[in-house]
């Protein structure tokens, strides 16, 4: 996958969003996940919205990109971006309204950086 596609892949995805909690705090809304490559040739950066329902990544607003993942009972998200055979795997901490941890792409070879924050 191009450098540009694999950011479209995570930020512009169609419709899942976070996952979701087992009990506890709901994660539930939309949020707004902004990536920055740090190794590889993937685009620099990039930024989608992403939403999230009963603590599960249910939507995204890329086209061709079919997210899954689930925000656990400790506040851990689990996340994986499917474009046709390119992949990118997401996982990280969710802090109230923020979110944030690393991306990679072995189909791609390159991954970084991803953060979030909630915006309704």
Not at 51 to 77: A, C, H, M
Not at 93 to 114: I, L, N
């Amino acid at each position: 996958m191009r450098a540009g596609l694999l950011v479209a892949l995570l930020m512009l995805a169609p419709s899942p969003s976070f996952p979701a909690l087992a009990q506890g705090t709901s994660h539930d809304g939309r949020w707004r996940v902004e990536l920055e490559t740090t190794v590889g040739k993937c685009a620099s950066s990039g930024s989608t919205i992403v939403t999230v329902k009963q603590n599960r990544l249910v939507g995204i607003e890329t086209s061709g990109v079919e997210p899954w993942g689930y925000i656990d009972e400790t506040d851990t998200f689990v996340g994986h971006f499917n474009s046709g055979a390119k992949i990118l795997r997401a996982n990280g901490d969710v802090r109230g309204a923020t979110a944030s941890g690393p991306w990679s792409s072995q189909t791609e070879y390159c991954g970084g950086r991803w953060t979030a924050h909630k915006i309704d």
